[in-house]
Nanobody, 117 residues
């Protein structure tokens, strides 16, 4: 069974930093495109960042220059380093792994990130 376990969320002041982690099991992680999404109350889920199996990264405009996504194919883990956090970054953050052959999207349980003074 595929399982994605997230950690690293929490409460942080504006301008602060957090690092999210997502550990994947039950899937050939290195074959897969992976990404981070977020969803704020009342809003649709949006893509934050993604890295293809080939190592190419893309970021949503609101986080460019502030967030950095990475992946470790040995540890089967993906990360999201979030710097210079803003109030509007407050959301539940979900990691995503897309199966190479099935194209099925697997999701982490979500971790709350709250940016507040």
């Amino acid at each position: 069974q595929v399982q994605l376990v997230e950690s690293g969320g929490g409460l942080v002041q504006p301008g602060g930093s957090l690092r999210l982690s997502c550990l994947a099991s039950g899937i050939f992680f290195s074959n897969c495109d992976v990404g981070w999404y977020r969803q704020a109350p009342g809003l649709q889920r949006e893509l934050v960042a993604a890295i293809t199996s080939g190592g190419n990264a893309n970021y949503a405009d609101p986080v460019k220059g502030r967030f950095t996504m990475s992946r470790d194919n040995v540890k089967n883990t993906m990360y999201l380093q979030m710097n210079s956090l803003k109030l509007e970054d407050t959301a539940v953050y979900y990691c995503n792994v897309r199966g190479k052959w099935s194209q099925h999207n697997y999701w982490g349980q979500g971790t709350q990130v709250t940016v507040s003074s």
